[in-house]
């Protein structure tokens, strides 16, 4: 059974860099995993993907400023999140698909297994 535990999560000013872990028990590591976000009154959208060669891709609003990698043993996946506005502020969810390749659409609809979320508010 895959469990998905996310943390990190927590408050910065606008400017400010957060890094936020996802930690896996299951099989996950050969699957593309991502992140995805969800603020208030909005639906949740995808933030970035990484498939089992290590590709990325990214949402428009975040390229340049996150990072989205995995560690050597495969078992947590990171978000580095440089230069946060306020518009960053969200639940943070970290997921994973039963696929190798990330589909060309990071949406909900693709994603299997899910985290709990992290909270992440950056102040201005």
């Known amino acids: 059974q895959v469990h998905l535990v996310e943390s990190g999560g927590g408050s910065v000013q606008a400017g400010g860099s957060l890094r936020l872990s996802c930690t896996a028990s299951?099989?996950?590591?050969?699957?593309?995993r991502g992140w995805f976000r969800q603020a208030p009154g909005k639906e949740r959208e995808g933030v970035a993907q990484i498939d089992s060669d290590g590709g990325t891709s990214y949402a428009g609003s975040v390229k340049g400023r996150f990072t989205i990698a995995k560690d050597n043993a495969l078992t947590t996946l990171y978000l580095q999140m440089n230069s946060l506005k306020p518009d960053d502020t969200a639940m943070y969810y970290c997921?994973?698909?039963?696929?190798?390749?990330?589909?060309?659409?990071?949406?909900?609809?693709?994603?299997?297994?899910w985290g709990q979320g992290t909270q992440v508010t950056v102040s201005s």
């Open positions: 997921a994973s698909t039963r696929a190798v390749l990330c589909p060309a659409r990071m949406t909900e609809r693709n994603y299997y297994y």
């Open positions: 299951g099989y996950t590591y050969g699957y593309c």
